[in-house]
């Protein structure tokens, strides 16, 4: 009787393994559109620097430079990118030319703008404060603001690879 037992609770737990649900991707895009006055800041900045970008539904801008081969990614999948970060002034406050993220866990004009490419895609992204980082002062480790808030940002993306 203990061997039947013990073997059905070896089975219970065995099958109790198979039935877990499997809960998606926790990660989604916050759906935000960027207000009118800074869709004509960021028309202003392009106007100014003869820059011809595609609009996004969400008020953001973009080039796509290249289209890349393959499937496109999606919220939960890491992305390696070469990127640089500057600002309006053509400062740059980031680069690098190997980084991965779960696309999920970036700013929205991240999570909208990649997927507009694909593996070896490269983007010029135009990303108004609303889809960035917004009306706070984004600092460096010892405390210097590297990124004034209310900034466009334009960010230069190379996708090299999805996993």
Known sequence: MKLISGALFCF????????????GCAYKTDNKVAPAAEEQALLTYLSSNSIT??????????????????????????????????????????????????????????????????KGGRIV????????????????ITGVVIIPANSILVFDITLNNIQ
């Open 12 to 23: 219970a737990f065995l099958l109790s393994g198979c039935l877990k649900k499997d809960i």
């Open 53 to 118: 970008a595609t609009k996004h539904g969400s008020n953001m801008y973009y080039q796509v430079v290249q289209s890349g081969t393959g499937d496109a990614p999606g919220l939960c999948s890491g992305v390696e990118v070469k990127y640089a970060g500057r600002l309006t002034n053509g400062t740059t406050f980031d680069s690098k030319n190997s980084a991965i993220f779960t696309l999920g866990s970036l700013i929205e004009g991240w999570k909208l703008g990649i997927p507009l490419i694909k």
């Open 125 to 140: 992204l135009y990303i108004p404060p609303t889809l960035g980082y917004g009306a706070v002062d984004v600092k460096d």
